[in-house]
C-alpha cells in the first residue's frame, strides 16, 4: 500500500511529452494503480471469499477453511457436473489467479512507467533540456512584451548554442558513443530516442496483453470479446465458467492424529470486481496498442517528410507578423520573381537545413504544451536572425553552384512544390 501511495505522488504529467505518450505513462498507469488498490482493499479489508462448512465446525474452523482456500486456490466445477474424483482432476480446474491480482495490477502499472524513465534518462544527454525550455515557453506565454521577448530570446539561443555544439563537438566517452548510435551528429538524437521509446511503449502493451491472457489461463486471445459478448447478451458465470462465482474448495485437518478431507463450498464475491476489471484491461490495453501504432506511424510521417517540415514551419512564418524595419522598395515584375526565387532559396536552407528533426521535436513539444502564439515568435525570430546573418551566403553559394537548372536539389524543389500547392506568392 506504501508503494501504490509513493507511485502516485511520483507519476505526474511531464512537459517532454507528445501524442499518446500521457497515456501511456500517466493516464495508464493511475488507472491500473486505482484498480489495484481497489482489489487489495477489498482482498484484505473485506472478505474476499466465504464458504459453507459443515455444521460441526467452530467459528475458529470456518476462518481456517476459508483463510486456507483463499491462499491454496479454489477450483470451479459446472452446477450440472459431478465433482471430479481424482485430485490431478481437481487441479487442472483451479482458479490461481484471484488472490495475485492486486501484485500483478502493481507490477503492470510499474511497467507503464518504465519507458518514461528511459525517456526522461537519455533524452537529457542530448544537450537540450526539454522541460526547461517547456517551461520558458510557458512563461513567455503569459509574460508582457518585454518579459517575453527575454524568454524568446533564451529559446533561440538555447537552440542554436545546441547547434553549434552538434557541429563541433567530437567526444570518445561511452556516452557519447551512445550518442553518435542514436545520430547525435545528424541532430537526429532526441527524434530517434523518441521513437524508441514510442516502440518500448507499443511493446508493453502488448506484452501485457499478453502476460494478463496467460496470468488468468486464457489461451483464446479473444476472451475479452467473449466476455463482452456474455454479458451484452445476459449469459451467465455458471455456463460459461468466466470469472466464477462460487467454486469448491479441498483442504485436510488432522483429527487425532488422522488426515480428514474435506469439500466446501465458497462464493468469491471478489470475482464479480475481477470480471470488470480485468475486461477492461483487457479493451485498455488494446486500446493503447493501437492508438500508439498510429500515433507513432503519423510522428514518423511528419518527422522525416520535407513536405510535413515546410509545412509545419511555414505556419507560423505565415502566422509571424512583418519585420518592423523591413525595407519596402519598388520592385519592378522582374525583380518579384527574382526575388520569389530568392525566397524559396532561403526557406529551403532554413527549414530542411538549419532545423534538424531534433529542433522539429522540440518545436512540436513547445507548440504542445503552449500553443501557436509561442512557437510563432521562435520560428520568426529565427527565421530573422537566419536572414540577417546566412541569407547572402546562401543565395551566394546557390549562384555559384546554379550553372544550369539540373543542379537544383531535390530539397530546393521540395519547397517550389509545396509553394505552388500553396499559392504562396
Known amino acids: 500500500m506504501n508503494m ?56 475458529a474452523w470456518e476462518q481456517y477453511a476459508e483463510d486456507y482456500c483463499f491462499v491454496y486456490n479454489t477450483y470451479w466445477v459446472k452446477p450440472n457436473e459431478k465433482v471430479p474424483l481424482t485430485v490431478e482432476e481437481r487441479v487442472s480446474q483451479q482458479l490461481i489467479y484471484y488472490q495475485w491480482a492486486p501484485f500483478i495490477m502493481a507490477i503492470e502499472a510499474a511497467f507503464f512507467y518504465l519507458p518514461v524513465i528511459f525517456w526522461s534518462m537519455l533524452s537529457t544527454k542530448s544537450g537540450i533540456n526539454i522541460i526547461k525550455l517547456v517551461e520558458t515557453a510557458q512563461k513567455a ?28 563537438e567530437e567526444e570518445t566517452t561511452k556516452m557519447a558513443k551512445i550518442q553518435k548510435i542514436f545520430g547525435m551528429q545528424h541532430g537526429k538524437y532526441i527524434t530517434n530516442v523518441y521513437l524508441v521509446t514510442k516502440l518500448i511503449y507499443m511493446t508493453n502493451s502488448f506484452l501485457q496483453f ?72 483487457y479493451i485498455w490495453f488494446l486500446l493503447v496498442f493501437f492508438v500508439t501504432l498510429f500515433d507513432s506511424i503519423f510522428l514518423i510521417y511528419n518527422m522525416f517528410s520535407s513536405h510535413k517540415t515546410l509545412e ?5 512564418l505565415d502566422n509571424q507578423e512583418q519585420d518592423e524595419n523591413e525595407e519596402k522598395k519598388p520592385d519592378d515584375e522582374k525583380k518579384k520573381v527574382y526575388r520569389k526565387e530568392q525566397h524559396s532559396i532561403l526557406l529551403s536552407e532554413f527549414c530542411l537545413h538549419k532545423f ?70
Not at 12 to 22: C, S
Not at 149 to 166: P, V
Not at 235 to 247: K, L, Q, Y
Not at 312 to 316: D, E, I, K, S, V
Request: glycine share 6%; hydrophobic share 40%; charged share 25%.
Open 4 to 59: 501504490l501511495g509513493s507511485m502516485f505522488s511520483t507519476v505526474k504529467p511531464r512537459l517532454d511529452d507528445l501524442g499518446t505518450d500521457r497515456l501511456n505513462y500517466y493516464y495508464s498507469t493511475l488507472i491500473i494503480m486505482g484498480m489495484s488498490l481497489t482489489i487489495t482493499a477489498r482482498q484484505y479489508v473485506g472478505s474476499p471469499l466465504q464458504c459453507w462448512v459443515p455444521a460441526q465446525f467452530t467459528k
Open 141 to 168: 506565454e503569459g509574460a508582457e512584451s518585454e518579459d517575453r521577448k527575454k524568454q524568446i530570446d533564451i529559446i533561440c539561443r538555447h537552440i542554436s548554442n545546441n547547434l553549434r555544439k552538434r557541429r563541433n
Open 210 to 281: 499478453y502476460s494478463t491472457n496467460k496470468f488468468l489461463g486464457q489461451n483464446d486471445p479473444y476472451w475479452g470479446m467473449r466476455i463482452l459478448d456474455d454479458i451484452l447478451h445476459g449469459t451467465d458465470w455458471e455456463h460459461s465458467g468466466n470469472f466464477p462465482r462460487i467454486a469448491m474448495c479441498d483442504f485436510q485437518v488432522r483429527v487425532l492424529g488422522n488426515l480428514q478431507r474435506h469439500s466446501i463450498q465458497c462464493v468469491l464475491t471478489l470475482n464479480m470486481f475481477n470480471e470488470k476489471i480485468f475486461l477492461f484491461l
Open 312 to 316: 509545419f514551419l511555414q505556419q507560423f
Open 356 to 425: 534538424t528533426p531534433d529542433i522539429i521535436i522540440l518545436l512540436k513539444m513547445i507548440n504542445n504544451h503552449t500553443g501557436d502564439i509561442v512557437c510563432t515568435e521562435i520560428v520568426g525570430r529565427m527565421w530573422n536572425d537566419f536572414l540577417k546573418r546566412d541569407a547572402k551566403l546562401v543565395l551566394q553559394r546557390f549562384v555559384d553552384n546554379d550553372h544550369n537548372i539540373e543542379t537544383k536539389s531535390s530539397s530546393l524543389k521540395s519547397v517550389q512544390l509545396f509553394e505552388e500547392q500553396r499559392s504562396f506568392i
